[in-house]
């Protein structure tokens, strides 16, 4: 009997041990774990060869700032509205575990609010509070355990905040609301704008932000920042795209305010910059900073436009931003996509950007339908973008960059050795 016991007890204690040595981590993106990782095994999705102009433009590394990443394929953040209060969980730990295991370079967090009624949803991320650093630094050493850095984008949706999930919806129906309710835990009355203009009918009406809740907000995104930082994360980015706070105020059709930050085109810009002014003092100038942007509202000339993005690059430049991330559209209801959508349909947002006078000074990352292992390559090949997003391609295939490999002729990238008997 006190022998059962005593094992029991040596076996637990045993177990703590191991356990502890497992998830005892460094937030430096090349730390490995003691075991089961050995740091003799190559990083997943690096190539052996020291001469990286005879690699694939895929497979070449891309250095920013002091970051670099070992090939030119990363994650697009994606929403997957399973969070409680803000707090991630095991959810999130597999999901973005997965791509870091794929070979990725780069991956990162999805929308993570910075204020609890900027989150999309109830069921979003957040990095509001202390206490939701916990598990977020967990996630963000098994990334780095991988060899691959990892990203967050910090965001407040505005208009667009206390929504239904979308598998909670149904697509096209707007008989229905479309937002939650106090009773079933939203918060219909609490949501803001640059003004109060629903983005649908069966939105909420949002109210108009007053210059002491946009000083506040302010101040809650610089404390997410270093928060972010302290969680170890690599690369930051700013959400100002797809018709969240941020795009609401860049918009003419989104934005009436008769102050500051409303009418001409510098006061619409003001806060973004402001806000990227602000982070860039705070975020390590050794980390890289990316902005998310829509760089076509998909209204015509009534909306933010191309030419309004290619006007706003030089003060983004100016103000130490690394990479634009081109998206576009999701501020209106009444976008005129140009169905039907093409593989690629964004990426002439980053070629004109990068064919502007100042695409040698900046980095772009276009994202949208990017699908195949040659598509990706040609955009880095022919210098269309730096960095090549991709999103529901990763759902679909979380080891896209082993099969981009193998697609590419490429026969010497590194798997995981776990994984090595399946090559």
């Given at each position: 009997?006190?022998?059962?016991?005593?094992?029991?007890?040596?076996?637990?204690?045993?177990?703590?041990?191991i356990?502890?040595?497992?998830?005892?981590?460094?937030?430096?993106?090349?730390?490995?774990?003691?075991?089961?990782?050995?740091?003799?095994?190559?990083?997943?999705?690096?190539?052996?060869?020291?001469?990286?102009?005879?690699?694939?433009a895929?497979?070449?590394?891309?250095?920013?700032?002091?970051?670099t990443?070992?090939n030119?394929?990363?994650?697009?953040?994606?929403?997957?509205?399973?969070?409680?209060?803000?707090?991630?969980n095991d959810w999130?730990?597999?999901?973005?575990?997965?791509?870091?295991?794929?070979?990725?370079?780069?991956?990162?967090q999805e929308?993570t609010?910075?204020?609890?009624?900027?989150?999309?949803?109830p069921?979003?991320?957040?990095l509001w509070?202390?206490?939701?650093?916990?598990?977020?630094?967990?996630?963000?050493?098994?990334i780095?355990?991988?060899?691959?850095a990892?990203?967050?984008?910090l965001?407040?949706?505005?208009?667009?905040?206390?929504?239904?999930?979308?598998?909670?919806?149904?697509?096209?129906?707007r008989?229905?609301?479309a937002?939650?309710?106090?009773?079933e835990?939203?918060?219909?009355?609490?949501?803001?704008a640059?003004?109060?203009?629903?983005?649908?009918?069966?939105?909420?009406?949002?109210k108009?932000?007053?210059?002491?809740?946009?000083?506040?907000?302010?101040?809650?995104?610089?404390?997410?920042?270093?928060?972010?930082?302290?969680?170890?994360?690599?690369?930051?980015?700013?959400?100002?795209?797809?018709?969240?706070?941020?795009?609401?105020?860049?918009?003419?059709?989104?934005?009436k305010?008769?102050?500051?930050?409303?009418?001409?085109?510098?006061?619409?810009?003001?806060?973004?910059l402001?806000?990227?002014?602000?982070?860039?003092q705070?975020?390590?100038?050794?980390?890289?900073?990316?902005?998310?942007?829509?760089?076509?509202?998909?209204?015509?000339?009534?909306?933010w436009?191309?030419?309004?993005?290619?006007?706003?690059?030089?003060?983004?430049i100016?103000?130490?931003?690394?990479i634009?991330?081109t998206?576009?559209?999701?501020?209106?209801?009444?976008?005129?996509?140009?169905?039907?959508?093409?593989?690629g349909?964004?990426?002439?947002?980053?070629?004109?950007?990068?064919?502007?006078?100042?695409?040698i000074?900046?980095?772009t990352?276009?994202?949208?339908l990017?699908v195949e292992?040659k598509?990706?390559?040609?955009?880095?090949?022919?210098?269309y973008g730096?960095?090549?997003?991709?999103?529901?391609?990763?759902?679909?295939?979380?080891?896209?960059?082993?099969?981009?490999?193998?697609?590419?002729?490429?026969?010497?990238?590194?798997?995981?050795?776990?994984?090595?008997?399946?090559?």
């Amino acid at each position: 009997m006190m022998k059962d016991k005593f094992l029991h007890q040596l076996h637990s204690v045993t177990n703590v041990k191991i356990a502890k040595l497992v998830f005892v981590m460094t937030s430096s993106t090349n730390s490995v774990l003691p075991w089961p990782y050995t740091d003799k095994c190559p990083s997943v999705g690096t190539l052996p060869q020291t001469d990286s102009s005879t690699l694939p433009a895929l497979f070449r590394p891309l250095k920013i700032r002091s970051l670099t990443l070992k090939n030119r394929l990363a994650v697009s953040p994606m929403c997957m509205y399973s969070s409680q209060n803000g707090f991630l969980n095991d959810w999130h730990l597999v999901h973005l575990g997965q791509f870091a295991v794929g070979g990725a370079a780069l991956v990162i967090q999805e929308a993570t609010a910075v204020q609890p009624n900027g989150r999309i949803s109830p069921y979003d991320a957040g990095l509001w509070m202390d206490e939701q650093m916990e598990m977020t630094k967990r996630i963000v050493q098994f990334i780095h355990s991988q060899n691959c850095a990892a990203g967050i984008q910090l965001a407040h949706a505005g208009r667009k905040a206390s929504m239904k999930a979308p598998f909670h919806q149904t697509p096209g129906d707007r008989s229905q609301p479309a937002y939650v309710t106090k009773e079933e835990g939203g918060w219909p009355d609490d949501v803001m704008a640059p003004s109060p203009l629903p983005f649908a009918e069966n939105y909420c009406v949002p109210k108009e932000m007053s210059l002491e809740q946009i000083e506040q907000f302010k101040q809650d995104f610089i404390k997410s920042v270093k928060r972010s930082d302290k969680c170890g994360f690599d690369f930051l980015e700013i959400h100002a795209a797809h018709g969240y706070l941020l795009t609401e105020f860049l918009s003419p059709t989104s934005n009436k305010r008769k102050d500051q930050y409303g009418g001409t085109f510098e006061n619409r810009v003001r806060l973004l910059l402001e806000l990227i002014s602000l982070v860039r003092q705070t975020w390590p100038l050794t980390k890289p900073l990316s902005v998310r942007l829509s760089c076509d509202e998909w209204v015509g000339s009534e909306g933010w436009t191309m030419d309004d993005t290619l006007r706003l690059i030089p003060q983004l430049i100016e103000l130490g931003v690394d990479i634009v991330d081109t998206s576009s559209g999701g501020n209106s209801s009444s976008q005129q996509l140009p169905l039907p959508l093409k593989p690629g349909y964004q990426v002439s947002f980053s070629e004109a950007i990068k064919k502007s006078e100042y695409g040698i000074k900046i980095m772009t990352a276009p994202v949208g339908l990017i699908v195949e292992a040659k598509q990706a390559n040609d955009i880095v090949e022919q210098k269309y973008g730096d960095l090549v997003l991709m999103a529901r391609e990763y759902l679909r295939d979380p080891h896209f960059p082993l099969k981009a490999a193998k697609e590419l002729g490429v026969k010497e990238l590194a798997w995981p050795p776990q994984y090595q008997r399946a090559k």
